[in-house]
C-alpha cells in the first residue's frame, strides 16, 4: 500500500518592519528562486505572488519536512540571494516569523485566485488588515503587541 497525503499550506511573510522593498520589475526572479527552494523541498508550487512589502505562498509540503524548517529554508535562502543581488537595493531581510494556513484542495482554484490578484487586493487593504482578517478566519489569537 503506497501513503497518500495533501498537505497544502497558505504561507505569509513580510519584509523586516514592512518596508517596500521588493521591487515588483525584479519578482519573477524571486519567485524562480523560491519556486526551486521549494521544488528541493520535493514540494509542489501552486503560487506565488506578493506586493513590496510581502509574500504569498500556496504549496504543497512534503511529510519529510517540518515546516519551521521549509519556513526558515525559504526566508534564510531568499534572503541571502536578495541581499548579494543588486536587484532589490534596500532589502534587509524577513521580519520575524510568518503565517502559516492549513487549506483544503477543494479551495485551492479560489485560493489561487486570491494570490493572483493581489495587487488589486492591496489596493483597498493594507498587509495588517489582511494579516489580521487571515488570522481571524483561521481562528487564531492575535497577539495585539505585533500589529501597529
Known amino acids: ?3 497518500y497525503r495533501q498537505l497544502l499550506y497558505h504561507l ?7 518596508l517596500p522593498t521588493i521591487k515588483q520589475d525584479h519578482t519573477d526572479q524571486l519567485y524562480a528562486y523560491i519556486t526551486g527552494i521549494i521544488k528541493n523541498k520535493n514540494s509542489h508550487l501552486y503560487r506565488i505572488n506578493g506586493i513590496e512589502n510581502h509574500l504569498h505562498i500556496l504549496t504543497d509540503l512534503h ?3 517540518a515546516l519551521a524548517d521549509f519556513m526558515r529554508e525559504i526566508k534564510v535562502s531568499s ?10 537595493p534596500g532589502f534587509n531581510g524577513w521580519a520575524d516569523g510568518y503565517g502559516s494556513f492549513t487549506c483544503s484542495y477543494k479551495d485551492i482554484d479560489r485560493l489561487i485566485d486570491y494570490l493572483k ?14 494579516y489580521r482578517n487571515l488570522l481571524i478566519e483561521s ?3 492575535i497577539d495585539e503587541r505585533f500589529f501597529p
Open 1 to 3: 500500500m503506497s501513503s
Open 79 to 88: 534572503s541571502i540571494w536578495m541581499k548579494n543581488g543588486n536587484l532589490f
Open 12 to 18: 505569509v511573510f513580510r519584509t523586516k518592519e514592512s
Open 117 to 130: 490578484n493581489q495587487q488589486v487586493h492591496h489596493r483597498k487593504k493594507t498587509f495588517e488588515e489582511e
Open 139 to 141: 481562528g487564531i489569537q
Open 63 to 65: 511529510p519529510s519536512f
